[in-house]
């Protein structure tokens, strides 16, 4: 409001009241009704990016990437450093208390989903048909809206329910509010059908929408037509709605279906100054990396994110020795052929001496550290370490979708159409010269089923990644168990029954209606 209070010549945007809103979208036109959405629908893409929309000050819990990067600690393919951590991610490490409805962990989730849904219906309670029209441009703006809210519903659902495949099917959800109004009657929560009805529904109509309007921007920091379908394939793979699946997948892949090459996927010392530069990097230029469907250049990107994983820089994922390693038992299944095994150091680093070298900080980076998320010198930073953490960020990315193609395949039957679609993904990630990988020869294929070798080329590809192994572990029933790993510090164990975390006290005594899952 805002923005455009001056050109609408209505009182100062504190005293705006409902009333002109009303009277400005019954009778403005074309370009006042774009002004007066132009500021709420300006902040929704952000959403899966940063900022502290639940009141939240540390970076770990108020924004997406944070707390799926907080996730990613949570299974078994993620090593914390060689040692129990007590302090940063040893929570999220160890396990502890994550999903009682008094823990702080569960209340961030809930938190900052539902503000991500709030700030869209506020948008959306003034979308009707009346108001969007024929405009291409409000079109868009509520598709964006929608998508968002479909997003973060899902959220909801993925953390706060069991997997809909996985016993949830037949339990609650969550209520669903369609409008914003802070004064509107509490609601119980629906069944979880319904509640995946509601999400389907908004977002097959946001598909829709961008279909007939922008499709896909040039930009990777929009919110279009590439990210709906990922949103909409990842709505209906929870739900098992294998054809969905597939059908939206392909609108991604119609588009873009171009994936890394080794020289952009593994991070390698530039010859000339024996230096990890991100500039080099897939993972953290996305410059280089042509699967990006949503992603954020320096200058907006939240970097703290990628110097959690970054071996070399001056965080918990560097100087403070919280690196992140690859488990043993999953390096072990990647197959020499396979250059996605180079992105791990199966010898130690060694010491480093972190910048600024004046000061004298030094870290003995053990074996099995990941290379994947490394950089020395950020992007455009010669030689300069201290610049390490000017890095992209990306949150969805085209493997990805091929791996959710392949699984409703495999799911629905079609095991020659899941192979293909596997190959595609496994052909890219052949070394240069050697045999092309494929789901017959792939190092222990013959001892899997097609479904678990999709579930290992997806824990391999998508390794520390959207917090992606704790959301398919629900999924898939596999429970946490560090036992026989050689490498991780806490051998711990972790049932599946426990990675649904429980509805927020002060949910509960906030809404008499909403009972406890």
């Known amino acids: 409001m805002t923005s455009c209070s001056d050109q609408l010549e209505v009182t100062p945007p504190n005293s705006i009241t409902q009333e002109q809103i009303d009277e400005l979208l019954k009778n403005g036109d074309e370009a006042t009704k774009q002004l007066v959405f132009s500021s709420l629908v300006g902040g929704l893409p952000a959403r899966f990016r940063a900022g502290v929309p639940n009141g939240e000050s540390v970076g770990r819990y108020n924004n997406t990437q944070g707390l799926d990067c907080m996730r990613s600690m949570e299974g078994n393919d993620v090593v914390f450093g060689e040692r129990d951590p007590r302090s940063w991610g040893a929570d999220e490490y160890m396990m502890r208390d994550l999903y009682s409805e008094s823990s702080s962990k569960a209340a961030y989730y809930w938190d900052f989903a539902w503000e991500n849904i709030n700030t869209a219906n506020k948008l959306l309670k003034y979308m009707t048909p009346d108001v969007v029209g024929e405009s291409a441009t409000l079109k868009q703006y509520k598709a964006i809206a929608l998508t968002v809210r479909a997003y973060y519903y899902n959220y909801l659902m993925e953390n706060f329910q069991d997997a809909y495949m996985n016993g949830g099917s037949s339990k609650l959800g969550i209520m669903w509010y369609d409008t914003w109004n802070p004064l509107q009657p509490n609601k119980p929560r629906e069944t979880a059908t319904q509640t995946y009805n509601y999400i389907k529904a908004d977002i097959a109509e946001a598909v829709t929408l961008f279909s007939g309007t922008i499709g896909y921007t040039a930009s990777t920091e929009d919110v279009d037509l590439g990210v709906a379908a990922f949103t909409q394939a990842r709505v209906a793979l929870c739900m098992g709605d294998w054809q969905t699946v597939v059908s939206a997948c ?268």
């Open 250 to 517: 392909d609108i991604v892949l119609d588009k873009n279906s171009k994936l890394m090459t080794e020289s952009q996927y593994v991070q390698k010392l530039a010859a000339d100054t024996a230096i990890y530069r991100a500039d080099s990097s897939g993972f953290l230029n996305n410059a280089r990396n042509p699967e990006v469907l949503l992603g954020w250049g320096t200058s907006s990107s939240t970097k703290t994110n990628g110097a959690w994983r970054n071996i070399f820089t001056n965080s918990y994922g560097g100087s403070e020795e919280c690196f992140w390693r690859i488990d043993d038992q999953l390096y072990d299944r990647i197959d020499d052929n396979d250059y996605r095994k180079d992105n791990f150091m199966i010898e130690p680093f060694g010491e480093y001496l972190y910048p600024p070298e004046a000061n004298g900080t030094t870290a003995y980076i053990p074996a099995y550290s990941n290379l994947k998320f490394a950089a020395m010198v950020g992007i455009g930073g010669g030689t300069d370490k201290t610049t390490n953490n000017t890095v992209c960020d990306y949150y969805m990315r085209v493997s990805e979708v091929l791996l959710m193609k392949a699984e409703a395949q495999a799911q629905a039957g079609n095991e020659a159409g899941a192979k293909e679609t596997l190959n595609i993904l496994l052909a890219a990630r052949t070394k240069a010269g050697a045999p092309t990988l494929t789901c017959d020869n792939y190092l222990g294929a013959g001892n899997m089923t097609l479904m678990q070798l999709i579930q290992l080329q997806t824990r391999i590809e998508m390794w520390g990644e959207r917090g992606l192994e704790f959301y398919n572990n629900k999924r898939w029933n596999i429970p946490v168990d560090r036992t026989s790993s050689k490498i991780h510090p806490a051998k711990i164990t972790y049932p599946v029954n426990l990675m649904t975390l429980q509805i927020p006290k002060n949910e509960l005594d906030y809404n008499p209606l909403c009972e406890p899952n």
